[in-house]
């Protein structure tokens, strides 16, 4: 018997990853895990004629011979198959497996393997598809395209490749309902997650870690709760902290559920819940931990965090250093001569050690048209200047350029505001539009530096 399964607590990526692989494997059988996510139930519910996989609970373990394996490889993941873990691992049991997530100490091993960096596991088993020339119709269609568009984030999270979006067009030629895929995205949420939702707020305790604000917020609850980790995000995007780890213990089940979402990409939530038996992207995971206490995991995630604090990169990192400068008195002649010279487009004019101005190439050209080369820098410079310590995050930086239209900045430090180098527009478009990195779910350099 072949197999399809997925992670536990499956979501639209993995069961539409299911669906995808059982059109690839035709002999094969999808069985769910114990817990299926809120939204996704609900559409099970809705499509039961349509999409009707088996539980966990219906299948031999013993009589499997091959496990395809989709959205997933941590064992950890894979709860309540135990059993065909082991005979996975003794050989006895072939294993496929296409998945899109960062490697992973506990990663069970394939005989053939498709694992690529992707925005949806759904994206890799469509290339397949497309490939191989499997024909689906418009529910399956819109089927994977949520599974596309809840893990991309309707294709805005850094993790989506131009892959994905291919994927998602091949979907829409095929009938994919946006109407029904809306249904779904822009679902408000329930009294329960109401509720939970207004406890959160304002409960939320924000941690220095490294020049990063890190929420940790508790709510009890008397019973499981769906759709934890919407509620989650949604108090991380309304109060604005850079991650948010939310902690539900669950008296009756002696479990704490852990929820972790990052806005910024220099904090790895992934890796931060894999200290507590959970993990996920870098911006997105959970952990159930069974007979956890609420103190002892907030202490474990915090050790984790301050051995290695994240740091969003400064300006000190990006800026030019050491930097030209002139004097009041410098002639415009002989700045502007200065500027063919040194490549500069624009240089600090400092008097008795302190940046008093900023003089451009426009300033020099304008200079020139008005025949005004012969008079000193402190004619046309511009002032009062707008400086930034070389310790600012690169988004303050952004932020006041922009609003002060203005194309660069001096970096000063100390008492005595002593020029130590120069920002420029230039120097941040570089980093904003800086090339992807190669880690999965790690965004471009960009978001490396900048909030979203
Ligand atoms: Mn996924």
Request: glycine share 8%.
């Amino acid at each position: 018997m072949e197999l399809i399964i997925t992670h536990e607590n499956a979501d639209f990526d993995a069961f539409a990853s299911t669906v995808a692989a059982r059109l690839l494997y035709p002999e094969a059988t999808i069985a769910l895990g114990r817990r299926v996510s809120g939204l996704m139930r609900d559409f099970l519910a809705l499509h039961k004629d349509r999409f009707a996989p088996r539980w966990q609970s219906d299948i031999d373990q013993e009589a499997v011979t091959r496990v395809i394996l989709v959205d997933v490889r941590r064992e950890s993941r894979l709860q309540g198959w135990e059993r065909l873990v082991a005979r996975i691992k003794g050989g006895e049991v072939s294993l496929h497996v296409v998945d899109h997530h960062g490697a992973s100490r506990d990663d069970l091993v394939g005989d053939w393997e498709l694992i690529e960096p992707v925005g949806s596991a759904t994206t890799l088993l469509i290339e397949l598809m497309i490939q191989r020339g499997v024909a689906i119709d418009p529910i399956e269609a819109t089927l994977m395209a949520l599974g596309i568009y809840t893990d991309t984030g309707s294709l805005t999270f850094a993790s989506t490749t131009a892959r994905d979006a291919r994927a998602a067009a091949w979907l829409l030629e095929r009938g994919a309902s946006l109407k029904m895929v809306n249904r779904y995205l822009s679902r408000s949420l329930s009294s329960d997650q109401r509720g939970v939702l207004s406890q959160m707020l304002g409960a939320v305790e924000v941690i220095e870690i490294g020049g990063v604000e890190v929420g940790f917020v508790t709510v009890a609850l008397d019973k499981p709760i769906s759709g934890l980790a919407e509620v989650t995000t949604q108090v991380l995007q309304l109060e604005g902290h850079d991650a948010l780890f939310a902690l539900f213990p669950i008296e009756r089940k002696k479990t704490v559920q852990v929820i972790a979402r990052a806005r910024v990409p220099y904090i790895d939530v992934g890796e931060a819940l894999k200290r507590v038996q959970g993990g996920g992207h870098p911006g997105a995971a959970a952990a159930a931990v069974k007979g956890g206490e609420v103190g002892a995991i907030k202490d474990a995630l915090l050790e984790h965090l301050n051995a290695d604090p994240p740091r969003p990169r400064v300006v000190m990192d990006v800026m030019t250093s050491p930097v030209h400068t002139v004097g009041p008195r410098t002639s415009l002649a002989e700045i502007r001569e200065g500027f063919v010279a040194w490549r500069f487009t624009g240089v600090p004019v400092e008097d008795e050690g302190q940046v008093v101005g900023v003089i451009s190439r426009r300033d020099i050209e304008a200079a020139e048209r008005n025949g005004r080369l012969g008079l000193p820098a402190s004619s046309c410079m511009s002032r009062p200047v707008k400086t930034i310590s070389p310790e600012s995050p690169l988004s303050d930086a952004l932020d006041l350029m922009v609003e002060a239209d203005i194309g660069r900045l001096p970096v000063v430090s100390g008492e005595g505001k002593r020029c130590v180098g120069i920002i420029s527009r230039s120097d941040l478009l570089r980093i904003l539009y800086g090339k992807a990195d190669a880690r999965e779910g790690h965004p471009t350099e960009a978001n490396q530096d900048m909030k979203p």
